[in-house]
Structure formats: structure tokens, C-alpha cells
């Protein structure tokens, strides 16, 4: 004990404060963890008492939440709880505080493949993809935009090297020989040709180009062949449904590819949900040269038509499809257009050259136009000294017999290589108002700050609060802000991971690529919602409304009357009808399952960590992961109720557990059982349980009506993963009043939002 209160006080800095931490640790954690049993890894007693040592933090937590002690030993009275913590608590905040005052909060981060993408999509005016050219960002504390889990070795800089050369051939291309147009007509007679063997297109009759349900890979493929890679304006025309399903549609995909089978995979363009009256459909996407289109019904619960001829051929001759009952999807033609979304010719010139256009090209513009184009890239104003390195490129570079075009591409590729246009350049301490623009735009709209953003950091207005607050609105009013919002939910919500598991087709027949597609466009539209219209938080757990098509409320098994046509609609809900609030959502249950069999765990960990805030530490080395029963003899509880009786395991389960258990009654694609096994045969599932603030549940209803009282609570989380992938760090320890107050102050989504951007947190390095 002795030993522990002199180390301790040099820790805690007073001998007062340093007598609750030693008596605490002495009575309550040196047994477990001390040289001999060493529980969980932790040897409290060799431990050297540096406030600046992590391992401190994860004490303070673990006590602070009731993790530890055990519940099975002895618990310390609570004033002696406050006492430890309070004790504990200081010197962790000074020496935190130190560490951010000299490194900032947030160390040094480069920019994510889609905020590269995006921003030299607005930089150049181009429009080609280049994130998938680019390494995978490694994702940390749940987020791409962590610096802590972000390199810049040789390798990943070669490869921005060769984008940034393809980026800027492009925008060159374009400048200098204009747009290239196309517009062509396919009537359904050209959709046709090649009718002989191995033969996957439409029918044809009456006018009309028919795909039928049948199963061959690629059928429904079309002489559609793209003359060159670029984004194109699809538009089927007279579009109609054949034997539409009971919801007034025949539900099928658009998707582009090369469509044989020595390359096989196909890239969605969007749903067709044909329906009995005839009308023009359009859609946009990028389409790489010589791929062309596939459209068929992809309804996993139509029937399936046979191919009609012999080895892997498609034959329609004497057969009437229509009269024996399948769903079909029928057009008159298929209009195909080059678009150019980002800017025309004129704009990429204008983005390169400014105003003049090639008029500017002359040589003894180099120096202006250089300058110009790294003020621009860099973010912020630009001194001669800072832009010499690129003009000096420039110039070698006319001096070598290059053309003006040469030499100022060479110097703009070397401003997209540099540092300050890869990374944030942020020092320690509050931001400067263009460090402020660029964080705030990277976060709402993954790409640079706009002239306006830019002109107010000129000013130096950006540190105001009520400017900073209209900018946040504006942002989020813009239609870049869908970039946020498909970046942020892909790793908030993990719906980047919806492809990597694949339903078992044994048990899941009726689960489709129409299915999953909508069930994305569901939880995207749903978070938008909440987002435009400023929803209260607790929309996370629950809420009177959902976005549904036929489709999805088929698979759903919701009895809800939909228009027919109408794509992705809000509904009211009834209580009894099971879907209200993010959590029940497919693409939330699909991607917490493995395509077989559900987990308590998995869920449980999702919903802790992404809604209620819960932190979940990983589990202790050499516990086995629960394997659960896939013919569904055996209820998953009792697994877990032997996995739980293990000490090491029942402090964390005891929060991670309810959550997975009230989300039981769905299965791995989202479709709500009672029991488990094929058909839900198997054992009865029990969603109750009780929460680790010893409130009880009977099942998902009584769970959510649980959370839904504790607005705060569910505030403070979503605060912490917006901070974390709007900063590029999570919070740190001195941050947690901050976020305590930030949820004090707003719970709802957009208002959580613009508190957390007008934080002092946000605003520091």
C-alpha cells in the first residue's frame, strides 16, 4: 500500500489525491492484476504511473462505465468510486491537454481516395473515376479520414502519381480538343442482332424489346457497346411491365459490363420498376469503353422462364412467354447520350487557364497561371515563395523546347504531388480560418472549400460563430452534401461492406440484387430525411415512418399501399409494424449477419459502437468466437449464456448482448422470424433481456421505447463518429465534456451537426 501511495502521488501530484487511487487499486484491481495473474494482459503492479501512459485512460473508462471490478466481485462504494475517479481525473485532463496544446489533437492526415477523387473532380472540371485506381484506405476508430490509420508510403505515392497524370491528361484532352459528342438511338429490332448461338438478348414483338426472367448469366444483354469510357444518359423508352407482381410491377436491373464470361462482373446503373402503363426511364452512369447494357427482371421471386433451346442458348421462336405467366420487362428502344456532370469543355478550360481560357496560354502567363492554379489546390493563399518551386518547373521546362501546354502541365503535376495538396497542413491549436474552410468542407462535402468558403476565410470571418453556423446550412443544403452523405453512412454504417457476404440462395431464395439495391437506397434516403428535416436522434432507434418501394415492402412482408412506379416512398407505420427507425433496416441486418446465420454479438457490437455510443474493448486472447447452430436447433442465447458464465467475458457481454438480442426476430436479410432454422421451424427466439443500466425488455419494442428516452445518450454518440470522421481523429480524453455538452445542447441529427462544427474541438488541430 505504501508503495502505491508514493508512486501514485507522483502521478496524481499530491500525496491527498494519490491516497483514494492506491486504496482503490489496492482493494479492488491489484488481485486480478498484478504479476502473477495478469488478467486481460494488465500488470497493475509494474505499471509506471505516467498520466501520459494510455493504459491509464482505459482504467478510468473501465471503472467509470461499471466494467470493472467484475459484477461478481465485490463492488466499491460509490462515494469511493467518485473519489478514484476524481482523483485519476486530473492528471489524465492536464497531461492530455499538454500533448494537444504541443501535437494537436489531430495528427497530421492526407486526404481519403473518394475526398481525392472528388476534389480534383471540382479542381480540373473532369469527371472521370479514379478512386478505384488508388490503395484501399485502411479504416480506424471506424473511419477512413483517421489519421492514425492512414500511410503515404512510396508505393501509395507512385499510384497518386499516375492518377494525378491520367486526372490531368483528361482535363488537357478536353481543354484543348473540346467534348466529344454521342447520342444514338437502338430501336428494338437493332437490340436483336446476332440471334445465333449463344444467344442471350430480348425477345421481340409487336415493336416492343422483351427480357423475360430466365436464368442464364448476362441474358439481357444489347448491342449497347459504349464507343468510349465517359458518363452517358440512359433513357428507355415506353418502358412496360408484363405480368406485374402484386404490387402493380415487374422489378428488374440496369447494369453495364462486358457481359461474356472471361469478365463477368457487372456495375449496377439503377432499378427498373416497369409497370403496366408505359413511360420513358432515365438514368446516368459512367459506362467503360465497349461495355454495354444488361437489362432483365430480377425479381427472386418470379418465376423462372425456361431458355427454350439446348446448351446455354436462348431461343423465343413459337413460344408467347405472356400467355404462360412470366413476368417480363418490355421498351421500345433505349436512347444512349454522352453526358459531361461536372463541367463542359469551357469549364475545364476556365478551371486550367481561368477566366481567358486559351487565350492565357502564352508563355509569359506561366508564372500567373501557376501561382493561380496552386492557390487553388492548396486551399489558402499561396506566397511567391511557396509557389517557386512550380513556377521554377515551368520554366525548366520552356527552357528544354517544351510548349507552353508541356510546361504547365508538368508544374500543375507537381502542385498535385505536393504536401499541401495531399495532407491538411494544420498546426497545433485553433485552426486558422482557411484550415477551418477546408475541414468543414472535406466534411460535408468531401471536396475543397467553394470561392465563397474561400472568401470568407480571406476575410478572416470564418471563427465567427453565426457565419460558421450559415455556412454549415448552406453546405448541407447543396447538393455536394449527397457526397457526405453516401461517404459517411458507407463507413458509419458500414454499408461499404453490403457485398461482402452473399445470402445462402438454400435458405434465402427470394433475396435479390433488386433487394439489396433498395435496401441501400433505403437507409441513405432515411438518413437524408433526418438530415433535411432536422429529426430528433432517437430516429436512430425508432420513428413513425420508413422509405419503402414495392419491392423492399414485399420482401419485408409489410402490408402497406404503395404507388405503383414510384420508386422509394415514405410511408406512415403502424406500431405493429416492426420497421421503424435505422436499426431495422436491411442493409443494417444484412451487413451485421454473415448471409447464413445471426449473431447477438455482431449486432450487439454494431449497435453499441455506431448508435447508443457505447466504446466495446476487443475481446480477451484465446476466447473462442460463439459458432452458432445454422439448422437452428439450438437458440444462440444458450450458446452465449455458456460463453457468458467465463469472468473475462461477462463484464463486456452484459452491455453488447441486448441490442443483439432485441434484433433476434430478423434474420440475416432482414425479414422478421420467430424462430430459428429454415422457415423459422427451429428453436423459439427470445429477445429479451436487460440493459447494463438494469432496465428490462421483452422484446425490440420494449428495447426501443428503452432508448428512445435517452436523446442524449444517442446525441453524444453520433457527435463522437461525426467529430471522428469530420476531424480525422476520435476524441480525445480532455474532449468528453465537450461532447457531454454538445448533446446537452442538441439531439437532433443536422443541429448535432452544426454544434459539433462550431465545437472548440472542431475548430483545433
Known amino acids: 500500500m505504501l508503495r502505491f501511495l508514493f508512486l501514485i502521488a507522483l502521478f496524481c501530484g499530491s500525496t491527498f489525491a494519490a491516497v483514494p487511487v492506491a486504496a482503490f487499486l489496492e482493494g479492488h484491481c491489484v488481485e486480478c492484476h498484478d504479476a502473477d495473474v495478469k488478467k486481460g494482459g494488465l500488470d497493475l503492479s509494474s505499471l509506471s504511473f505516467e498520466a501520459k501512459n494510455p493504459v491509464w485512460i482505459k482504467v478510468f473508462e473501465r471503472v467509470r462505465d461499471g466494467e470493472m471490478p467484475p459484477q461478481k466481485k465485490p463492488q466499491p462504494e460509490k462515494n469511493e468510486k467518485d473519489l478514484f475517479l476524481a482523483a485519476l481525473n486530473e492528471p489524465l485532463l492536464e497531461a492530455d491537454q499538454a500533448d494537444i496544446a504541443a501535437n494537436g489533437r489531430v495528427r497530421s492526415r492526407r486526404l481519403t481516395r473518394v475526398e481525392y477523387e472528388h476534389t480534383l473532380h471540382d479542381l480540373l472540371g473532369i469527371d472521370i473515376p479514379l478512386k478505384t485506381l488508388l490503395p484501399e484506405d485502411r479504416a480506424s476508430h471506424g473511419f477512413e479520414t483517421v489519421a492514425d490509420g492512414q500511410q503515404l508510403s512510396h508505393h501509395q505515392l507512385a499510384r497518386y502519381l499516375d492518377v494525378a497524370d491520367l486526372a490531368l491528361d483528361d482535363a488537357f484532352d478536353r481543354a484543348m480538343k473540346g467534348d466529344v459528342a454521342y447520342a444514338k438511338h437502338h430501336t428494338p429490332e437493332m437490340l436483336i442482332k446476332n440471334r445465333g448461338g449463344n444467344y442471350r438478348g430480348p425477345d421481340l414483338k409487336n415493336g416492343e424489346s422483351i427480357t423475360w426472367p430466365i436464368g442464364l448469366q448476362f441474358f439481357g444483354r444489347t448491342p449497347t457497346w459504349a464507343p468510349a469510357s465517359g458518363w452517358y444518359r440512359i433513357t428507355l423508352r415506353g418502358v412496360r411491365g408484363i405480368n406485374p407482381t402484386d404490387d402493380g410491377a415487374v422489378w428488374g436491373t440496369l447494369r453495364s459490363g462486358y457481359c461474356e464470361s472471361n469478365a463477368p462482373l457487372l456495375y449496377m446503373i439503377g432499378l427498373v420498376e416497369a409497370t403496366a402503363t408505359p413511360r420513358d426511364m432515365t438514368f446516368e452512369a459512367w459506362i467503360e469503353e465497349n461495355h454495354r447494357l444488361e437489362l ?37 428502344g433505349i436512347d444512349i447520350e454522352r453526358i459531361y456532370p461536372i463541367a463542359n469543355a469551357e469549364g475545364v478550360r476556365k478551371k486550367l487557364f481561368g477566366g481567358d481560357g486559351l ?34 518547373i515551368g520554366a525548366k521546362s520552356l527552357q528544354e523546347g517544351d510548349s507552353v501546354l508541356e510546361a504547365l502541365r508538368a508544374a500543375y503535376r507537381a502542385i498535385l504531388c505536393s504536401p499541401r495538396f495531399l495532407t491538411f497542413i494544420e498546426a497545433p491549436g485553433p485552426l486558422d480560418d482557411h484550415a477551418i474552410a477546408s475541414r468543414l468542407s472535406f466534411a460535408l462535402w468531401c471536396s475543397m472549400p467553394d470561392q465563397e468558403l474561400l472568401e470568407l476565410a480571406n476575410q478572416n470571418k470564418l471563427r465567427d460563430p453565426q457565419t460558421l453556423a450559415q455556412q454549415v446550412e448552406r453546405l448541407l443544403s447543396h447538393s455536394k452534401a449527397k457526397r457526405f452523405i453516401a461517404s459517411f453512412t458507407d463507413q458509419w454504417l458500414k454499408l461499404n461492406q453490403i457485398d461482402f457476404t452473399t445470402p445462402d440462395t438454400r435458405l434465402f431464395r427470394d433475396f435479390d440484387p433488386v433487394v439489396q439495391e433498395s435496401m441501400l437506397q433505403e437507409t441513405r434516403t432515411y438518413f437524408t430525411e433526418l438530415l433535411r428535416r432536422d429529426l430528433s436522434i432517437t430516429s436512430l432507434i425508432d420513428s413513425d415512418f420508413a422509405f419503402l418501394n414495392g419491392r423492399l415492402a414485399r420482401h419485408y412482408k409489410a402490408d402497406l399501399a404503395l404507388q405503383s412506379g414510384e420508386g422509394l416512398q415514405k410511408v406512415s407505420l403502424k406500431p405493429e409494424a416492426k420497421r421503424g427507425g435505422l436499426v431495422t433496416q436491411g442493409a443494417i441486418l444484412k451487413v451485421t449477419a454473415d448471409g447464413t446465420s445471426t449473431s447477438p454479438v455482431v449486432r450487439g457490437v454494431f449497435v453499441n459502437e455506431r448508435i447508443l455510443g457505447n466504446h466495446i474493448p476487443p475481446p480477451p486472447p484465446g476466447i473462442p468466437a460463439i459458432e452458432p447452430d445454422i439448422r437452428g436447433a439450438t437458440s444462440i442465447r444458450d450458446q452465449l449464456d455458456k460463453h457468458r458464465n467465463n469472468e473475462s467475458c461477462a463484464s463486456c457481454h452484459q452491455t453488447i448482448d441486448p441490442p443483439g438480442f432485441a434484433l433476434e426476430n430478423y434474420d440475416p436479410v432482414g425479414i422478421w422470424r420467430k424462430g430459428y432454422g429454415k422457415d423459422g421451424k427451429g428453436a423459439k427466439i427470445d429477445p429479451s433481456g436487460r440493459t447494463p443500466e438494469g432496465a428490462t425488455f421483452t422484446d425490440l419494442a420494449t428495447w426501443q421505447q ?14 463522437t463518429h461525426f467529430l471522428t470522421y469530420a476531424t480525422g481523429a476520435p476524441p480525445r480524453f480532455s474532449d468528453e465534456a465537450a461532447l457531454d455538452d454538445i448533446a446537452k445542447k442538441a439531439t437532433n441529427v443536422r443541429s448535432i451537426i452544426r454544434e459539433v462544427v462550431l465545437s472548440d474541438i472542431f475548430r483545433t488541430k
Open 296 to 332: 432483365r427482371p430480377n425479381d427472386g421471386t418470379h418465376k423462372r422462364a425456361p431458355t427454350g433451346a439446348k446448351g446455354g442458348n436462348v431461343s423465343f421462336l413459337g413460344r408467347n412467354l405472356e400467355k404462360e405467366g412470366y413476368p417480363g420487362i418490355a421498351h421500345r
Open 359 to 392: 487565350e492565357a496560354l502564352k508563355a509569359e502567363n506561366i508564372d500567373k497561371l501557376v501561382h493561380r492554379f496552386a492557390t487553388r489546390a492548396f486551399r489558402r493563399p499561396v506566397s511567391e515563395s511557396q509557389s517557386a518551386p512550380y513556377r521554377q
Open 706 to 719: 428503452i432508448y428512445t428516452q435517452q436523446p442524449q445518450q444517442l446525441a453524444r454518440g453520433f457527435a
